[in-house]
């Protein structure tokens, strides 16, 4: 069965260091999500990707993150400038195949982000 | 505003018990809901959406657009059903909300 996929599994990083977190979305799937969970809250949304740019963020997704599809396959999450605060869980979800968006995400497994 | 409440955290039964896991909802809008599931060490996944009215694994939830609800429910819990539950609404098809998430835990 098609998962998401997402790398790395837990990254350490030093405050003010940049982080690229890599997802590869099910194949045919059309819709690209970044989603958060620091530890202990709840999951929060941070962007949707859809035919290449962005279509929703949330008052989270400022100036700091971006998110990039540089190929047929990938979907990256850029931090940059990172801080105490950045470290959490992300997860990436990808849902359509064409017209067929039905609301149900899949997501991956998550890359953990700490940030020291 | 939009937002999902979860009232609690844990919620512990012993096995063969019934289960109410509580879900309200604030949306202006139609709402669309779902139940993730995440077992341990697993991804989130998706339980059961309210569209399809089907139960899954023995769970159901039904939409109160009275109550603004959409408790999962469950008459008889298996010790496999301990795992972390989101309820999440579905906002312009674009993005899920979700709830603080509860924490079911079914003793032997």
């Known amino acids: 069965e098609p998962e998401v996929t997402q790398t790395p599994s837990h990254q350490v990083t030093q405050m003010g260091q940049e982080v690229i977190l890599r997802c590869v979305p099910i194949?045919?799937?059309?819709?690209f999500y970044w989603y958060r969970q620091i530890l202990g809250q709840k999951v929060e949304f941070l962007v949707s990707?859809?035919?290449?740019?962005?279509?929703?963020k949330s008052e989270i997704f400022d100036d700091q993150f971006s998110v990039e599809r540089p190929d047929g396959s990938n979907f990256t999450l850029k931090i940059r400038s990172t801080k105490l605060e950045d470290s959490a869980m992300y997860f990436c979800?990808?849902?359509?195949?064409?017209?067929?968006?039905?609301?149900?995400?899949?997501f991956g497994e998550g890359s953990r982000l700490t940030v020291l | 505003a939009q937002r999902v409440t979860q009232p609690e955290k844990l919620l512990s039964v012993f096995k063969g018990a019934p289960v109410e896991l509580k879900c309200n909802y604030s949306?202006?809008?139609?709402?669309?809901l779902f139940w993730y599931v995440q077992y341990s060490r697993q991804r989130l996944q998706l339980l059961l959406r309210?569209?399809s009215r089907e139960s899954i694994k023995g769970f159901t939830a039904d939409l109160n657009k009275g109550e603004t609800s959409f408790h999962l429910k469950k008459p008889f819990a298996q010790e496999e059903d301990s795992a972390m539950y989101y309820c999440?609404?579905?906002?312009?098809?674009?993005?899920?909300?979700f709830g603080t998430g509860t924490r079911l835990q079914v003793f032997p």
């Open positions: 949306y202006s809008g139609s709402p669309e």
């Open positions: 309210h569209i």
């Open positions: 990707f859809y035919n290449n740019e962005i279509s929703e």
């Open positions: 979800a990808s849902s359509g195949l064409g017209t067929e968006h039905t609301g149900e995400l899949f």
């Open positions: 194949s045919n799937h059309l819709y």
């Open positions: 999440a609404l579905s906002v312009d098809t674009d993005k899920l909300i």
